[in-house]
């Protein structure tokens, strides 16, 4: 699995929030469903990691409303990105126990957490002035599957020209 270049620079972090984000961009096109429930993993793995860095980490089994409630009590998440994270956190819900998943939801959720991705490195990875770049949507595996097809369809005509070729050059020996 090619790592998505719209989580990488999270590696430095934790390469399971790299893995999360990259696995819901996989998912995105074929399983919008499956891309929310990773999506509200990476967001579970976001808030833990915040925690830590604060010294706010105390159980992994805490609920992630509980959790963000007490980084919010300590002003560790505020704004717009304690929105972000309850966002993620409901629709992950209603994906996870409802079968729920919209493309439009899912798309607006990677670019969520992408967002809440660059927020943790500006603000606890040290990098303020970190710039990430545009945010770049998952490719539609349909597009490529085209392409491939078209690929194919050359290269057959190719195979037989040369195939044409090669029966044709026998006869013009003689």
Known sequence: MQVS?????????????????????????????????KLRQFGERLAQLVAAKIGLYEDPD????????????????TGQT????????????RATHGSYGEHGAAL?????????????????????????????????????TAALKAELERLRAELTDRQTELTATPSQAE
Do not use: M
């Open 82 to 93: 304690i929105q972000l994270f309850h966002e993620i956190r409901k629709v992950g819900n």
């Open 5 to 37: 270049r719209n989580f990488a620079f999270l590696k430095i972090h934790s390469l399971e929030l790299v893995r999360l984000g990259t696995l819901a961009e996989s998912y995105f096109a074929n399983d919008p469903n499956t891309c929310l429930i």
């Open 62 to 77: 805490e609920s992630q409303f509980e959790l963000l409630r007490r980084l919010d009590n300590r002003g560790a998440i």
């Open 108 to 144: 607006s959720h990677l670019k969520y957490a992408r967002i809440l991705g660059i927020w943790f490195h500006r603000s606890y990875g040290g990098a303020q002035q970190f710039k990430p770049g545009p945010f770049i949507p998952p490719a539609d595996p349909r597009q490529e």
